[in-house]
C-alpha cells in the first residue's frame, strides 16, 4: 500500500532563508509524486508534479523538489522564502492505476514565515 | 476561469440534520472527488465518480452519499450529521491522463 509522511507538522522559518519541507514515500511501483499548497481558507493549489520525466521538478514561486529513489524522499525546497509563503503544504504519491488518479496524501506541514 | 466551485462555503447543521454540498466543475473533467480534511490528518478520500452516473467508496465513505446525474456536477449528501462529521470538505476533479487534481474553495461544516 502507498503512504506519505511528511516530517514535522510544523516549520518556522525567517524571511530570505532556506525553506526545507520533507516528504517520504512507501510505493510498490514507480509512483507519481505531486506537492500541493493550501493558503488560509482556500482549497490546494498544485506547486510541482514528479512523473519520471526528471528528478529535479520546478514548480511555481520559485518552489523545487528532488526525487531520489534510494531514499524514497521528495522534498521540496525554496532558496529565499518570502512572506507570502506562510501556508500548508501537502505532499501526495500516486500509483497513476486504478482508473481513477487516486492521491494519498501526507498530514501535511504548516510553514511561518517570520521577518 | 470558475474552476471548481463549492457550496455552500460555511454550514453549521444538528446532529440528526441532513444536508446537501454541490460541486460543480467547468473543466469537462471525467473525474470527480470528494475529501474530508481534518488537523493532522491530510486528504482522506470520501467517495470518487470516474464520469457521469457512477461513483465508488474511497477511504472513509461511511455516513455519506454522493451523486453524479450531471458530468460537471457532484453531490455529496449527508443523510443523518454526526458530531465526527465536523470537517472541511473539499471537491476535485481531473482527467487521468494529466493526472492533476483540481480543488475547490472548501466547506467548513459543524456539527454540533
Known amino acids: 500500500a502507498q503512504s506519505v509522511t511528511q516530517l514535522g507538522s510544523h516549520v518556522s522559518v525567517s524571511e530570505g532563508a532556506l525553506v526545507l519541507l520533507r516528504c517520504n514515500y512507501s510505493s510498490s511501483v514507480p509512483p507519481y509524486l505531486f506537492w500541493y499548497v493550501q493558503y488560509p481558507n482556500q482549497g490546494l493549489q498544485l506547486l510541482l508534479k514528479y512523473t519520471s520525466a526528471a528528478t529535479l521538478v520546478k514548480g511555481i514561486n520559485g518552489f523545487e523538489a528532488e526525487f531520489k529513489k534510494s531514499e524514497t524522499s521528495f522534498h521540496l525546497t525554496k532558496p529565499s522564502a518570502h512572506m507570502s509563503d506562510a501556508a500548508e503544504y501537502f505532499c501526495a504519491v500516486s500509483d497513476g492505476t486504478g482508473g481513477y488518479n487516486k492521491l494519498i496524501f501526507g498530514a501535511g506541514t504548516r510553514l511561518a514565515v517570520h521577518p | 476561469n470558475a474552476g471548481v466551485t463549492q457550496t455552500p462555503k460555511f454550514r453549521v447543521l444538528k446532529t440528526g440534520q441532513s444536508m446537501t454540498l454541490l460541486c460543480a466543475q467547468d473543466?469537462?473533467?471525467?473525474?470527480m472527488y470528494w475529501y474530508r480534511q481534518d488537523p493532522g490528518m491530510g486528504l482522506r478520500l470520501i467517495h470518487y465518480s470516474v464520469g457521469e452516473g457512477t461513483t465508488a467508496k474511497g477511504e472513509v465513505p461511511d455516513g455519506y452519499n454522493v451523486s453524479r446525474l450531471k458530468k460537471q456536477n457532484f453531490l455529496l449528501g449527508l443523510e443523518s450529521a454526526a458530531p465526527s462529521q465536523t470537517s472541511v470538505y473539499f471537491c476535485?476533479?481531473?482527467?487521468?491522463?494529466?493526472?492533476?487534481?483540481?480543488f475547490g474553495a472548501g466547506t467548513r461544516l459543524s456539527v454540533l
Open positions: 473543466m469537462n473533467h471525467e473525474y
Open positions: 476535485a476533479s481531473s482527467q487521468l491522463a494529466k493526472n492533476i487534481q483540481y
